[in-house]
Nanobody, 116 residues
């Protein structure tokens, strides 16, 4: 099993930056990829960014060029650097670990609010 803990959320003004962290523990070697999702009030959860163990990354079109996903070599921690934040980026951000087996694990989420 994998346990995940997100941190780094908060309140930021439009145009500002935040860095989210997701610390993984447990069966880390079983993790094939890590994802960041977000869910705004009244909306479905959506994928924001993905990083594979190889380092390959994928971004949602709405965040491409503004967000950067990265990881440490051991995949213990995954980061989401968010810049040029917009009010529409306001959401609860979740980290998800995907095992090679296809099983997924979610963190508890961290709130990001972009407002003046």
């Amino acid at each position: 099993q994998v346990q995940l803990a997100e941190s780094g959320g908060g309140l930021v003004q439009p145009g500002g930056s935040l860095r989210l962290s997701c610390a993984a523990s447990g069966s880390i070697l079983s993790i094939a990829a890590m994802h960041w999702y977000r869910q705004a009030p009244g909306k479905e959860r959506e994928s924001v960014a993905t990083i594979a163990r190889s380092g390959n990354t994928v971004y949602a079109g709405s965040v491409k060029g503004r967000f950067t996903i990265s990881k440490d070599n051991a995949m213990n921690t995954v980061f989401l650097q968010m810049s040029s934040l917009k009010p529409e980026d306001t959401a609860v951000y979740y980290c998800k670990a995907l095992e090679y087996s296809g099983r997924g694990y979610w963190g508890q989420g961290t709130q990001v609010t972009v407002s003046s």
